[in-house]
Structure formats: C-alpha cells, structure tokens
C-alpha cells in the first residue's frame, strides 16, 4: 500500500491523506488549509479523478471528524466534475 500525505504532514491544517492499496485510491479527509478564507479559491491536490470523476480506481473519500480543515474541499471537488 502506498500513503501519500498531501497536507498536514507538518501543519494542523486542511488535512488530506491518499491511501493506494492495490491500485484503487482511497482519500482521508479533504480539507481546506484554514488560512484560506474561500474554499473555492484553494487548491485540489492533484490526484487523478478528484476533480473530473474520470478514474475508476478513485473510490471515494472519508472523512475522519466533521471539521472544515478535515472536509472544507469536498466543495470543490463537487463544483469542477
């Protein structure tokens, strides 16, 4: 399985880790850095099917607690497919 932490790595802020077990993709969390004040001006990280829903082994995304750090880019993910 690989795990590749896209934030929080060395911040509290806009939490997404990506889970690759066999192929398939797996989000935790999708959040939006808090120094942002508007969800749609941040970033996606750039992992294939998040923003197009154009790849099949993107499965979904969980979220781990309801905190806008932890779910505040599901927004955008939602505003570009």
Same mark, same amino acid.
């Given at each position: 399985?690989? @795990?590749?932490? =896209?934030?929080?790595?060395?911040?509290?802020?806009? %939490? +997404?880790?990506?889970? *690759?077990?066999?192929?398939? *993709? /797996?989000?935790?969390? !999708?959040?939006?850095?808090? %120094?942002?004040?508007? $969800?749609?001006?941040?970033?996606l990280p750039a992992i294939a099917g998040l923003a197009d829903g154009n790849n099949e082994n993107f /499965? $979904?995304? @969980? /979220? $781990? =607690?309801?905190?806008?750090? %932890?779910?505040?880019? !599901? +927004?955008?993910?939602? *505003? *570009?497919?």
């Amino acid at each position: 399985m690989k @795990v590749r932490i =896209h934030r929080s790595a060395k911040e509290f802020i806009g %939490n +997404c880790i990506e889970l *690759t077990p066999r192929g398939k *993709t /797996l989000l935790i969390d !999708l959040g939006m850095p808090l %120094n942002f004040g508007d $969800s749609l001006q941040a970033a996606l990280p750039a992992i294939a099917g998040l923003a197009d829903g154009n790849n099949e082994n993107f /499965l $979904s995304v @969980v /979220l $781990s =607690h309801p905190q806008a750090d %932890n779910y505040g880019l !599901l +927004c955008k993910a939602a *505003t *570009t497919t």
